[in-house]
């Protein structure tokens, strides 16, 4: 189970490290895109600034669970990791009630079996 977890907080990460990319760098491209249904797309350009902040806190979210990897306590890695995986589902549970359901699936869902995994490990 300690793999299942390990690879389910990469994948975890990895999204974030997306997400970071398309709010802080592609907001008026593939963040249009990506939220064509929950924001009009005459409102991307005067957002970018307010999508960029959002991009920056994915990256921490991203750091803290890729820092997890680096720890050799196993008390230690196992409380970082639920701490960052936890973060993350509840912004993903509170994006799929004020943005759009999808959210939960992409976002808190693959969180939220992380947690699991690492409990069962």
Not at 53 to 64: E, I, K, R, V
Not at 67 to 86: C, R
Not at 97 to 104: D, M
């Amino acid at each position: 189970m300690e793999i299942v977890a390990k690879i389910l907080i990469a994948i975890v990460a990895i999204e974030h490290i997306y997400i970071l990319w398309m709010e802080m760098f592609a907001w008026e491209t593939k963040g249009k895109e990506v939220f064509k249904k929950a924001l009009p797309a005459e409102m991307f350009k005067p957002t970018k600034g307010l999508a960029a902040n959002q991009g920056l806190y994915n990256g921490f979210l991203a750091a803290g669970l890729i820092w997890s990897f680096l720890i050799e306590d196993p008390k230690w890695q196992t409380n970082i990791s639920l701490f960052f995986l936890g973060c993350v589902a509840v912004a993903g549970i509170y994006g799929a009630i004020s943005a759009t359901k999808r959210i939960f699936f992409v976002q808190a869902l693959p969180a939220i079996l992380g947690i699991l995994a690492v409990l069962l490990k």
